[in-house]
């Protein structure tokens, strides 16, 4: 017996094969310790990562882009639904005489530019047309906020207002209440033709789709305006779908890219139209 050849495993072999198993429970053990031993501390992963690599980010979730190089602005902040606010401040004409300069407010707007070259700038200049021509200067303020502009003019710190036809309606009641803030139009600046637009999630198709959804605009603007007009003539009452507020038109375009929760957006160029060609699933509405 002693002389016949050995068929099993030699000691060394044994050894081998015992770590072989040996490492290979332990590897099991690790990668299923999650399952075997569920009480383990889970606040290293992240858990809205993993939804969005699975398309499983809930409605309202994780932010879809950053609106930074997309939107005019980058920063947004809801506000609370308020009526319009009674103006503040009313105050007399501030004018000097000596330095003859009209402080003139306008906002981010492309048909403002007609006013900005002939002012060669922002600043008020003695080389503007202006003041070659009629002897007073310009300073061209940025205020993006209606109710804001609204404010700094029957303060008496600007001297003209912008808006549009439908902004000056609604700013007149208040305005009139004091015969030195009492508005005269004396001059339309353009017809904003495709200057206003809504830009909507690519599910929404008409104007009828926005019922039930959630709009985000600049309350007391022209974007109110614009959409109520739409809903009602759509034959949807306001109230059927859920609004959100910003200050201002831009922010309304930032919050649209940022928050997946919010159907469509109320602003204006240039953001109605960067929107759509920057970001996916995204359109202008049309009719």
């Given at each position: 017996m002693n002389g016949e050849p050995q068929h099993g495993p030699t000691a060394l072999a044994k050894v081998l094969i015992f770590l072989i198993i040996g490492a290979s429970l332990a590897g099991a053990a690790y990668f299923f310790k999650d399952t075997l031993f569920p009480g383990r501390d889970h606040r290293d992963i992240d858990v809205a990562k993993f939804r969005d690599q699975q398309g499983q980010t809930p409605a309202g979730g994780s932010e879809a882009f950053d609106p930074k190089g997309i939107t005019t602005v980058s920063e947004y902040k809801y506000v609370p639904q308020e009526r319009l606010p009674p103006v503040k401040g009313v105050s007399a004409y501030k004018w000097d005489a000596k330095t003859k300069v009209v402080?003139?407010?306008?906002?981010?707007?492309?048909?403002?530019?007609?006013?900005?070259?002939?002012?060669?700038?922002?600043?008020?200049?003695?080389?503007?047309?202006?003041?070659?021509?009629?002897?007073?200067?310009?300073?061209?303020?940025?205020?993006?906020?209606?109710?804001?502009?609204?404010?700094?003019?029957?303060?008496?710190?600007?001297?003209?207002?912008?808006?549009?036809?439908?902004?000056?309606?609604?700013?007149?009641?208040?305005?009139?209440?004091?015969?030195?803030?009492?508005?005269?139009?004396?001059?339309?600046?353009?017809?904003?033709?495709?200057?206003?637009?809504?830009?909507?999630?690519?599910?929404?198709?008409?104007?009828?789709?926005?019922?039930?959804?959630?709009?985000?605009?600049?309350?007391n603007s022209p974007s109110q305006y614009f959409i109520n007009n739409l809903l009602l003539n759509a034959g949807i009452q306001p109230g059927a779908v859920k609004h959100k507020f910003t200050a201002t038109a831009f922010e309304a375009a930032a919050a649209f890219v940022a928050d997946r929760s919010i159907d469509a957006c109320v602003s204006w160029a240039p953001d109605i139209y960067k929107i759509p060609e920057k970001v996916k699933g995204t359109r202008i509405l049309r009719g």
């Open positions: 402080q003139f407010p306008i906002n981010v707007w492309i048909g403002w530019l007609p006013i900005v070259a002939a002012n060669h700038g922002f600043a008020p200049n003695p080389d503007s047309v202006f003041a070659k021509k009629y002897g007073f200067q310009v300073n061209l303020k940025l205020i993006d906020d209606p109710v804001v502009a609204r404010d700094a003019f029957a303060a008496g710190e600007s001297h003209i207002l912008w808006g549009t036809l439908d902004m000056m309606a609604l700013f007149a009641p208040e305005l009139m209440r004091d015969s030195r803030t009492a508005p005269r139009i004396y001059q339309q600046i353009d017809w904003s033709n495709g200057g206003d637009g809504i830009v909507v999630r690519d599910t929404i198709r008409s104007v009828s789709d926005l019922k039930g959804k959630t709009i985000v605009y600049a309350q």
